[in-house]
């Protein structure tokens, strides 16, 4: 499998302009969850998914994040308008439903740098 | 609200010199707690999953072990190789949310 996909790997924008992030989650997982990360407040939980539908979104920052999975292959991640402090790393990660007796582990995507002028 | 807190912030460690990293937290009802590592420019990638007090898992140079109140990750003759950052995160009972803490950046030098 080729893990989880995130596109663009790199992504620099100026202050107010539409941002989305993609990502393809592993074949067969149910869970689909992003994520942003900082220098100063670590990686943080935005919004997940279970089978396609959002779950718990108290992490995304304000209104102008938007997150869709429109199906179990495909999720994006917009930023309208983008700001200076949205500024990070946004991770995908995706995780099977919970086998029995235990957790299973996230796989993470290699990230989306983004960079707001 | 779930609390992750990792000591120290970095850690230089000389090749063989072994040295424990710490994790506490505070969580309502812990349901799981993971280790991650993750080297600069990639995503984290899953070391372990404790699940109570007591348990401890073993992965060659890395053992973690869990307590009431906090996880160790103990790294023994760490090689160059484990220069990485390790995240620790904890999961509540009946949620399926991470709650990350800022991790620990190790390097292992020759």
């Known amino acids: 499998d080729a893990g989880v996909i995130q596109s663009p790997r790199h992504e620099v924008t100026e202050m107010g302009q539409e941002v989305t992030l993609r990502c393809k989650p592993i074949?067969?997982?149910?869970?689909l969850f992003w994520y942003r990360q900082t220098m100063m407040r670590g990686l943080e939980l935005l919004i997940y998914?279970?089978?396609?539908?959002?779950?718990?979104d108290s992490g995304m920052p304000e209104d102008r994040f938007s997150a869709k999975m429109p199906n179990a292959s495909f999720s994006t991640l917009k930023i309208q308008p983008s700001e200076p402090r949205d500024s990070a790393v946004y991770f995908c990660?995706?995780?099977?439903?919970?086998?029995?007796?235990?957790?299973?582990?996230?796989?993470f995507g290699p990230g989306t740098r983004l960079t707001v002028l | 609200e779930d609390q992750v807190t990792q000591s120290p912030e970095a850690l230089r460690l000389q090749e063989g010199e072994s040295s424990s990293l710490n994790c506490s937290y505070t969580v309502s009802g812990l349901r799981g707690l993971f280790w991650y590592r993750q080297d600069p420019g990639k995503g984290p990638e899953f070391l372990f999953t404790?699940?109570?007090a007591g348990e401890e898992k073993e992965k060659e140079r890395l053992k973690a072990t869990l307590t009431k109140k906090e996880s160790f990750l103990h790294i023994t003759a760490p090689k160059p190789e484990d220069s990485a950052t390790y995240l620790c995160a904890v999961c509540p009972g009946g949620g399926n949310k991470l709650t990350f803490g800022t991790g620990t950046q190790l390097k292992v030098e020759l």
């Open positions: 990660a995706s995780s099977l439903a919970r086998r029995r007796g235990g957790l299973s582990e996230q796989f």
């Open positions: 074949s067969g997982h149910d869970y």
């Open positions: 404790l699940y109570s």
């Open positions: 998914f279970n089978n396609n539908v959002p779950i718990d």
